[in-house]
């Protein structure tokens, strides 16, 4: 039984990518030029399996682009409510296809591992871990608290909110922070049992490498950037 | 002599230890950290969304954060006040959203905020009230080189405006001026502040009540 391929990157690639990113957008202000770049990103994704992601991605991609082709067909008011927003979004939209490649395609122990890889020390490693662990919890910790409100009629809806935002987020905010408080402390205990927080070094169940995939990815990255920039110099585009 | 000495010493090392405890790092306080970064994080995005419904609110996000996230600092503080807690919070924080965004200016005001508020509230040993509120002042400035690139960034922003229209970039630079950008330091020092007394407020009515602080 032969697994289908699928691109796996090294998370430090992706995130090279993201932060060099930034040296065309705001280096070139023909912003045609970023189209190769965010099609780049997406056929990684593409390629990393990320179909919905992608989908998502290109709808919000055309909307934005369309308010901006259609811009005389829309009252004033509407676009200058907008304008920051949309501006905001229009510049970051590339950025954030790079954003979605490292937060989709990269697991929490290729991070924990990267991170000692680069001698992070633990003060830093474990607290990111915990972090991603509780992104869930606090979600789940949210519908029950909710729930329980529901039923003494102080629900989370859209009249509290409105009619009292304080105290609204008072009931949801106590018992949170109360709830996620206890169960850190049995985190703690549960993972110092195992062994968190000892004097030996820990061990990796999975590692990442740089492997060929990286360079012609990076490559190809690199290669972009010096071409436009190339073109910029020559005066094609400004 | 003799018991009362023997009791005095033991009483002397307990101290001693926990004085030592006190000030390294644990492993009950990174997870501690972890749990708060996660809250953190959370809330600031929720923030963003529901004021991302009102767009020139936008600007704002940072003063409506800071007004809410300030029991969450203030209860950090109070929970793993030790040296180096503001710091990792900072920059979980910094690092996570800038991988998001991505926007250069987000990995720069995050991290030199995220430092100047670990010093100051360190000045404090994390308990003095108003230490705490200053740090938190500047603590609540680390997201400003998303929505402040209308300033930091000015001329692409400008640039890539023009796209709806060179009246609607017109409008955008009148509203994007220099008293906008001191309304917008203003109102987050406000929110900030507001924030902290809240915190201490809640703090006070539940969570030292409960023993939990």
Redesign the interface.
Known sequence: MQKKQKLQLHPGTKLIMLLLLNVPIFGITDKNIILPFVVFALILLILSREYKVVFKYIVLYAVITSIGVFSEYIPDIIIDLTSTLLVSLKMFLPLIAYGLLVARTTTISEVSYMLDQLRMPDGVIIPFLVMFRFFPTIHEERKMISNAMKLRGIGIDFKNVVSQPLKTAEFIYVPMLFTLLNIGTELTNASLTRGLGGTQKRSYLSTVHMTWQDAVVLAVFFAMIVFFFYLKMSGGIV | MGKAGKEQNMENRKMKESCKMNKK????D??????F???Y??VFLAVIMVS?LV??V??FSGAIGAV?LG??YM?YLS?VGKR?SVL??G??FTT?LG??????TMFVTGYSMAILAELIASKGKYKSFTLNMVSFIFFSFMPFG??G??WL?RD??L???K???E??AQ??SE??TTPMLFALIAATIAGAIIGAY?GKK?LKR??KK?G?V
């Open positions: 790092l644990e492993v009950k990174l997870i501690a950290m972890g749990i970064s996660a809250i994080i959370v991302g767009p020139v936008y600007l809410v029991t969450v209860l929970k180096f990792i919070l920059v979980i996570l991988a998001q965004v991505g926007v250069w998303v929505y690139a209308f960034l692409t922003m640039e890539s405006a796209v709806y229209g009246a609607h409008r955008l509203l994007t809240i809640l539940h969570f409960s939990i």
